[in-house]
C-alpha cells in the first residue's frame, strides 16, 4: 500500500481528494490536515510515502511544506496539487525538491498515476508547463522575494526591515533591485508582475 497525506485548506476538497483516493486498491490515506504546519508535524509522525499539498495554505505553504521536509530528510515524497498554471510556481516547487506538479482541473486518475509514478521514485509534471517554466527563470533572490511580498501586503519600509531583521537601507535596495529587474517602474507594479508570473 501506498501511504499518502492530504494537506489542502478547503474542507469539501478536502474530502473530495480523500474520497478520490480511497477507492484505489492500492493506496491508503493516513492523514488529511489544513494547513502546512499540521501537515508537517503529521508527516515527520505519521510516515507516510507521499505528501499532496496545496501551495497557498494557512500557516505554511506547500513550497515551504516541501523545502522543510526536505531539510529534516524526510523520505517522504511531496506532489504540489493547484490550480496556480503558472511557470514560477513551478520552478520553486522543483527547487523545493516536489516531486510532482499537478493542477487541480486534472482528472482523478491522474493523480492516482501521479502517487504511483512520485512513490516509484519518478516524477510527475506537467510536460507543457515544464517546459515555459525553465524557458523563462525567476530572476528575483529570496530576499528580494520576501521584501517585495511583504510591500505587496502594504507594509512600509521600516516594518519590512524590522519583520526581516535588515536596515531599512537594505530593504529599499532589495527592492529596487527586484524593480529593476523586473522592468517596472514601482514595488506595486513588480509585485504585480511577480506573481502573475508565480514568482512571489
Known sequence: MIRV??????????????????????????????????????TLARR????????????????DLAAELQRQKSPARVIILTTFARPGFLRRALDAHAAGYLLKDAPASQLANA???????GRAVDPDLATEAWTEPDP?????RQALRLADEGRSTQSIAEMLNLSEGTVRNYLSEAISKLGVGNRVEA??????KGWL
Request: proline letters at 3%; a negative charge.
Open 5 to 42: 497525506l492530504i494537506a489542502e485548506d478547503q474542507a469539501m476538497v478536502r474530502g473530495a481528494l480523500g474520497a478520490l483516493l480511497g477507492i484505489e486498491a492500492d493506496i491508503e490515506v493516513v492523514a488529511q490536515v489544513a494547513d502546512g504546519r499540521a501537515a508537517l508535524e503529521e
Open 48 to 63: 507516510p510515502d507521499v505528501v499532496v499539498t496545496d501551495i497557498e495554505m494557512p500557516i505554511m505553504t506547500g513550497l
Open 115 to 121: 502517487i504511483r509514478r512520485v512513490h516509484a521514485g
Open 140 to 144: 528575483l533572490t529570496d530576499r528580494e
Open 191 to 196: 509585485a504585480r508582475l511577480a506573481r502573475a
